[in-house]
């Protein structure tokens, strides 16, 4: 088990919250890196989590104050948390591991406060990387990890990221290539010459944020 994959704060969220978190979920919240970082920076009085594998969500356990440990298509949310109370709800890099993504972001989209926002991220498979193996190698073999991940059982590009994110009736805030290509780097020169028109081969994940 890769301990810095579930315990790496995802940052990048950061600059997206809403002014205002009082409540928020974390969907395949791991050890709860990223909601610690939350409540360094908003005032949350109550965080819920939600963590597949059962060694990961007790080192969740004391960074929530309601964790459920299991799929969480099958955890009985709404029998603890009350339609439209919900500051935050965070799925970073779990959706596409669900069979049915969009119910459960219909699920958290109920659950959030006029205001509320909706972060996800999910992986690219637009990636030229990927393209290319598949391309000239004929490359579509699950691992361990990364794009092909086998426990991967939905694929998204950015104009699908963004409609699995406001399928609940949010509205589209932002969507952005969770990597930046700075001007140095060389990704980052060939996109600003073609104007940020490759951003879509060149983002390994997108962040979109929706909001009620």
Known sequence: MNNSYFDTPRLEIMPHLPARVGRLI??????????AAVRAARSVAWAGGVEYLPDVAEQARARFDRLWVGDAA???LEAEIAPASLDLA?????????VDPWAMVKRLSSLLAPGGRLIVSVPNIRNYRFIWKLAAKGDFHYRDFG???RTHLRFFVQETAEQLATCGGLRLVTSRSVQDFPPTNLRGVLNAAAGGRLIGLLAKQWLIVAEK
């Open 26 to 35: 974390d969907l395949g919240c791991g050890t709860g890196a990223t909601t």
């Open 74 to 76: 099958q955890a009985g």
């Open 90 to 98: 965070l799925c970073l890099d779990v959706l596409e591991h669900m």
């Open 147 to 149: 794009l092909l991940d």
